[in-house]
């Protein structure tokens, strides 16, 4: 399953470099020939998978950094294998790649991946130069991803998800995929997007972030805003930031998925704040 998973994922449009980042060991990994002090490491959000990066990757490895992109746990497995996983398995898969990184990272969380990194960073600050969110949920401490979903009313996620009551796990409806979080790119990465979209626990939705000042407070936050998304309005993106100050701001005129529909502006992005 993961051999047609990662095959489907090397025709996204405009990725003929993707072999280097085909996944091993839950991770897709790229490292530059020459060694480089900043590691960035890529977490997906609900839904998707390493392979949403596959433009971006090699774009920054052409610029000389190490790149990682994470596969966080449920991906590719039964409604019924996801019901044992907990916030806790999020964090630790990207732990494991902090504590085996050779240099300071730079987390950049997408989505729910914002969720993801914070955890990670509550664990572990001193492995991180600084977080970076990408259109993604930056949640106070104490609060979580769900309240503030529900909270975006301009959100279209709502019309979008399925959910399985029995299981706790949700999906999202194809036919709504390209309206919600593909709108600005091609037919043809949307089709691909479509196929690989795959089954998300609820666990991160639902969990309250345990964040304190002395340890996840002590990370340089970096907020990339998308002025189009439809997943998380601008409003919400913009409420988040208020709430949760970040050292820096940077605006993409971009839907819910830049990785997709401008991958070249993105990476040019996520290299200048790696720094």
């Known amino acids: 399953m993961m051999t047609k998973i990662l095959s489907r994922r090397g025709v996204l449009s405009g990725a003929a470099s993707s072999a280097a980042a085909v996944a091993l060991g839950g991770c897709a990994t790229a490292e530059p020939a020459r060694r480089n002090r900043v590691h960035l490491v890529l977490v997906h959000g609900s839904w998707h998978a390493s392979w949403c990066w596959t433009k971006v990757v090699p774009l920054l490895r052409e610029q000389g950094h190490m790149v990682t992109a994470v596969d966080l746990p449920g991906r590719w497995q039964s409604p019924a294998q996801m019901k044992s996983i907990r916030s806790a398995d999020y964090a630790e898969t990207v732990g494991q790649v902090l504590r085996n990184s050779p240099y300071p ?65 949700s999906t999202i409806d194809p036919a709504f995929a390209r309206e919600v979080f593909y709108q600005d790119c091609t037919e043809d990465d949307v089709r691909i997007a479509q196929q690989l979209l795959s089954p998300e626990p609820s666990t991160m939705v639902s969990a309250a972030l345990l964040l304190t000042p002395e340890r996840y407070g002590r990370v340089e936050r970096v907020y990339v805003e998308c002025l189009q998304d439809r997943a998380i309005s601008i409003a919400m993106q913009r409420e988040m930031q208020k709430a949760m100050p970040c050292k820096r701001v940077v605006t993409m005129d971009t839907g819910h998925s830049p990785f997709l529909s401008q991958p070249r502006e993105l990476a040019a992005i996520l290299a200048d704040v790696a720094g």
């Open 105 to 169: 990272v730079v987390l950049v969380g997408h989505s729910l991946g914002g969720a993801t990194i914070s955890l990670a960073a509550e664990q572990h600050p001193e492995l991180i130069r600084r977080l970076v969110y990408l259109t993604a949920f930056l949640v106070p401490p104490g609060q979580t991803v769900g309240r503030l979903g529900m909270a975006d009313r301009a959100s279209l996620v709502p019309k979008a998800v399925r959910r399985d009551s029995a299981t706790g796990v």
